[in-house]
């Protein structure tokens, strides 16, 4: 595993944010890993073992520069990270990287951080209508052939980012057909809910987005101010 890096890919810098990335190999985990790390263990599968554990050191790194205490997010019962209290945070991981995003909470209410491998175009076909809504799909079918894998990819990962960001905030489960991007271009992207999460949150809110090619994956942060 690499070590933790404090750097901001993305093209819009949030003000207070801390982000840490790091690259691992799930095939060199060793079975004490956790431990050394001062990490508790979960069960699975080496790569499960590997992602959880990176992902887990880069938050760690990034509450340590945000707060001065090197805390490690706990697993709740829905699965998502427990933050400590005046934090909002988010962890993402795939393909070999993991990365972890913390922001005060008088800041951001709400923050969802997703990686995501290029889709190539025979597996983004399989999977456009599952991803994509009607409306979508319209808009899809403009763009040049070449282009729409890496359309079909980033909606996927601004999707991701989006329930990371809101379900903390609403704690009710929504899916792809659930929400739109409306606009995605150098590096920018808005989305809009077309289901109601809630009294603040009813169809036709709008988050806005960002994205960064990483090479062979995607990254994009939904961020929802204070």
């Known amino acids: 595993m690499s070590p933790a890096t404090h750097h901001w890919p993305l093209p819009q810098v949030l003000a207070g944010a801390q982000l840490v990335s790091c690259h691992f190999d799930p095939t060199q985990l060793q079975h004490d890993d956790a431990a050394l790390s001062g990490i508790a263990a979960v069960n699975g599968a080496n790569k499960r073992q590997a992602e959880y554990l990176a992902g887990r050191l880069c938050a760690r790194q990034a509450l340590l520069q945000l707060t001065g205490t090197a805390t490690v997010p706990a697993v709740g019962i829905d699965r998502a990270p427990c933050w400590p209290a005046g934090v909002v945070g988010s962890i993402t991981h795939g393909d070999g990287w993991a990365a972890a995003v913390v922001a005060p909470a008088d800041d951001v209410q709400g923050l969802g951080l997703d990686v995501e491998t290029w889709l190539s175009h025979e597996r983004a076909a399989r999977l456009a209508a599952q991803l994509l809504t009607p409306a979508e799909l319209q808009r899809l079918a403009q763009l040049p052939e070449s282009q729409r894998a890496a359309q079909i990819s980033l909606s996927f990962s601004l999707k ?67």
């Open 160 to 226: 991701e980012s989006l329930f990371k960001a809101l379900y903390p905030l609403v704690q009710q489960r929504f899916y792809f057909h659930d929400a739109e991007v409306l606009r995605a271009a150098d590096g920018h992207a808005e989305l809009q809910l077309l289901c109601d999460l809630g009294p603040h949150w009813p169809a036709g809110s709008r988050c806005q987005g960002q994205f960064a090619d990483l090479g062979k994956q995607v990254l994009s942060l939904v961020s929802i101010a204070a």
